[in-house]
Nanobody, 122 residues
Framework: VQLQASGGGLVQAGKSLRLTCAASGRTFRSYAWFRQAPGKAREFVAALCPSCGGKYYTDSVQGRFTISRDKAKKTLYLEMNSLKPEDTAVYYC??????????????????WGQGTLVTVSS
């Protein structure tokens, strides 16, 4: 199983960007995006887990980011709107079979993509 993230880049504040994560191999119960800003710990951004209740977002991106997945293409997306400089980070896609309480925890995911850098300028 492999995940390949892409779509990062440099964008001005207020603009939009869409990240893509192409998956190969088996399917998982949950798919998620995490991010790691310079000098900070990796943090949860969003998760898509239909059997866990649907979509989950961290408070700071709620209403601005949308996670989705095309099952036929085995591709995960993160649509990011109204980007802010504090969204600057390396974004990682992940897949796993977490229990509900671990949907937003990195420990719940066993497969990770390589990361794609998003830089938002002010």
């Amino acid at each position: 199983v492999q995940l390949q993230a892409s779509g990062g880049g440099l964008v001005q504040a207020g603009k939009s960007l869409r990240l893509t994560c192409a998956a190969s191999g088996r399917t998982f119960r949950s798919y998620a995006w995490f991010r790691q800003a310079p000098g900070k710990a990796r943090e949860f951004v969003a998760a898509l887990c239909p059997s866990c209740g649907g979509k989950y977002y961290t408070d700071s991106v709620q209403g601005r980011f949308t996670i989705s997945r095309d099952k036929a293409k085995k591709t995960l997306y993160l649509e990011m709107n109204s980007l802010k400089p504090e969204d600057t980070a390396v974004y990682y896609c992940a897949a796993g079979n977490p229990i509900l309480s671990y949907v937003s925890a990195s420990e719940g995911y066993s497969v990770w993509g390589q990361g794609t850098l998003v830089t938002v300028s002010s």
